[in-house]
Structure formats: structure tokens, C-alpha cells
T-cell receptor, first 114, second 115 residues
Framework: KAGVTQTPRYLIKTRGQQVTLSCSPI?????VSWYQQTPGQGLQFLFE???????NKGNFPGRFSGRQFSNSRSEMNVSTLELGDSALYLC?????????????FGSGTRLTVV | AQSVTQLDSHVSVSEGTPVLLRCNYS??????LFWYVQHPNKGLQLLLK??????LVKGINGFEAEFKKSETSFHLTKPSAHMSDAAEYFC?????????????FGQGTTLQVKP
């Protein structure tokens, strides 16, 4: 079956612009989480959506936002881009099972802010 | 609060020799634990997961890990390293006892495999 699909794979934006990243989870997975990966900070949790509702949010400024659609696809948006937003953004989906099935990650979107 | 500490930032082994990547966890209850691998410029791939069933967990590509509650450890091992194992490895614990979608990652261990 298809994995988690993130688009686009690479993106170059100018400081001050905004960007939207997309994530399509595995069919049947209802939970979608987003992470930012940088060399200095490692992997940091951004937010998680389940059934179109944000259930959990990490410690990021309000410039970072997201949403989930009825088909479980998710988008995250970053407004007023800063150089420090350059990172690999990873999306993960899960069955939302209490037993801890684990999370399947996409290949990520590499965002470069210049 | 849950946390994981990966004890080595870099491990170097020769091809064909055993691999040991160390992870200690901190949790107020018996957690789920995962190991993920990330190859250069790729996403994260689940190697194995512990969910309070058997303490010795077998994963993909010959990796396994043992959950030791008395030592609060979840070390990853492989009997014989292959060149393709060179990657970054993350020990991971979910935040909270329920599935909140938030994973806490260790800082990662880079595995180098020498020919």
C-alpha cells in the first residue's frame, strides 16, 4: 500500500514569504503529526491532527499552523518565513491505536529560506 | 514527563562486527518505545517497537532491542553490521500514556560502518 506522501520534496522561499506543505497519510490512518528537523535542535514536534481537530501542539510560534481535511490529508503553513525556518519538515501518520502501533513517516519536505 | 537519552552521538564499527546503540528512557509508567532509522536525505523508517509485550523485540534488517525496566534501557543491537546500516538512529518515546501523536526523539546516533 502507498506510504505517507509529502509534497513538494524541495522548496526554496524568500524571507518574509509564506509556504504551505502537504501530507497525505496512509489510507485508513486518521492521525497526522508534523515535525521539524534541524541539525541544531533535532526533531521537534509541531502539531498533531485527528479527525480534522488539532489534538496537540508543540512549542512553536503562531506563524506555524496546520489543518486536516475530511480525507485525513493535512497541510501545514508557515507565514512570514525566517531564515531559521530552514529545515526538513516531516509528516507522520498513525492508526491512532492506543496500543502504540507506531508512526509511519513521509520522506519530508526540505525547506530552504533565503 | 517522558524522555529518552541516546548515550552515544556517534558509533563506528567494522562491517561484519556487532552493533550496539544505547538508549535510556525516563518515564513514570511502562512506555511504548521505538527505534527509527534515517538514511541521508530520507524520512524516518520504523525499525522496531516495544509495546509491553515481549521484552525482546525483533525488527527489520536483523535489528533487535531489549526492554530492561530495571535499567530503564532499550538498547538496539545487530549481530553483524552491513555497509547499508550506515545511517542515523533515533530512540523514540510517545509523550503520555495515550496516543497523543507527539513523539519525543533522542538526539540521534550516527552509525558509521567501515569496510
Amino acid at each position: 500500500k502507498a506510504g505517507v506522501t509529502q509534497t513538494p520534496r524541495y522548496l526554496i522561499k524568500t524571507r518574509g514569504q509564506q509556504v504551505t506543505l502537504s501530507c497525505s497519510p496512509i489510507s485508513g490512518h486518521r492521525s497526522v503529526s508534523w515535525y521539524q528537523q534541524t541539525p541544531g535542535q533535532g526533531l521537534q514536534f509541531l502539531f498533531e491532527y485527528f479527525s480534522e481537530t488539532q489534538r496537540n501542539k508543540g512549542n512553536f510560534p503562531g506563524r506555524f499552523s496546520g489543518r486536516q481535511f475530511s480525507n485525513s490529508r493535512s497541510e501545514m503553513n508557515v507565514s512570514t518565513l525566517e531564515l531559521g525556518d530552514s529545515a526538513l519538515y516531516l509528516c507522520a501518520s498513525s492508526l491512532d491505536d492506543m496500543g502504540g502501533y507506531g508512526y509511519t513517516f513521509g520522506s519530508g519536505t526540505r525547506l530552504t529560506v533565503v | 514527563a517522558q524522555s529518552v537519552t541516546q548515550l552515544d552521538s556517534h558509533v563506528s564499527v567494522s562491517e561484519g562486527t556487532p552493533v550496539l546503540l544505547r538508549c535510556n528512557y525516563s518515564s513514570s509508567y511502562s512506555p511504548s518505545l521505538f527505534w527509527y532509522v534515517q538514511h541521508p536525505n530520507k524520512g524516518l523508517q520504523l525499525l522496531l517497537k516495544y509495546t509491553s509485550a515481549a521484552t525482546l523485540v525483533k525488527g527489520i534488517n536483523g535489528f533487535e532491542a531489549e526492554f530492561k525496566k530495571s535499567e530503564t534501557s532499550f538498547h538496539l543491537t545487530k549481530p553483524s553490521a552491513h555497509m547499508s546500516d550506515a545511517a542515523e538512529y533515533f530512540c523514540v518515546v510517545p509523550q503520555g500514556s495515550s496516543n497523543t501523536g507527539k513523539l519525543i526523539f533522542g538526539q540521534g546516533t550516527t552509525l558509521q560502518v567501515k569496510p
